[in-house]
């Protein structure tokens, strides 16, 4: 029976296993209803079992909870009908055209009024130009389009999208967003699995899984907040040289390179403004910067057994 409650996902304690390594580690979420929350992390950090343990895929090996308001363990066919998830390789059929692919899906979810659907999700899409095509001739950025239009024809109140821009050019990836929170703001809640931290600062929240085990969420202020780093900014010749060097020193415990300087981190205020004075002596400049979600999930995931 669906349950009333305050979130689109609510689960705790979620665990999975293969071949006895642990994929997934006692994993709590919560999401409302029209949240757009990024779901981050390294590849094998169990993303995507997670989402196919939401959408009745896979059952969980221990932990308890609902989606859209059914049980994850015990509901699994209802849930179903309420989601569209949209895989991270493309998976509709190459040598059927865009509209014969949406009349495929339509069918699967028994739409009755299948014409008037497929005329409006197409319309909707923009792919009216397209719809007699085959599909391998489109573009990536309009495959991707065809695969939303495939996760929406049925109506969902939940999406499921894993890495749905990986391989798209930026103005396709910009239009995509767009679209996500024209559905967000229409109620439909939004979990996406995404690689790119300009992605990631268009959430609302987020939640940072590192080898099956969530390491912070939020909101991408009260992660960067949370992780409590501090940032500097060096510039000046022989970069390269100079990250050597700075790996050997006490209190800097991450360097990135950011363009024309490197960003150095740690949490030791003391050591790492003692490694700054040395920099600015030895004629580097140096600048407090603000830390970012690149530099605090690159800290993460290098921590150990993180």
Known sequence: MKKSCNFVIDVKGIT??????????????????GEVYGFLGPNGSGKTTFLRMLCGLLTPDGGSGTCLGYDILHE????????????QKFSLYQDLTVDEN????????????RKERIKRIITRMGLEEYKKQLVKNLSGGWKQRLALAACLIHGPNLLLLDEPTAGVDPRSRRDFWEEIHQLAGQGI????????MDEAERCHRLAYLAYGNLLTSGTGDEVVRHANLMTWAISGDN??????QLKKMKGIEQ???????????GKDGALIEACVQKLVKDNYKCERVLSNLEDVFIYLTDRPGG
């Open 16 to 33: 999975k296993s293969f071949d006895k390594k642990i994929v997934v580690n006692n994993l709590d979420l919560k999401v409302k209803k």
């Open 76 to 87: 699994q066919e209802k849930i179903k009908n309420e989601i569209g998830y949209m895989t």
């Open 102 to 113: 949406l009349d495929f899906i339509s069918r699967i979810y028994r739409i009755t009024n």
């Open 189 to 196: 809640t939004v979990l996406v699995t995404t690689h790119y």
């Open 239 to 244: 970069l390269y040289a100079l990250s050597v």
């Open 255 to 265: 360097i990135v390179v950011f363009g024309s300087a490197l960003h150095i981190s």
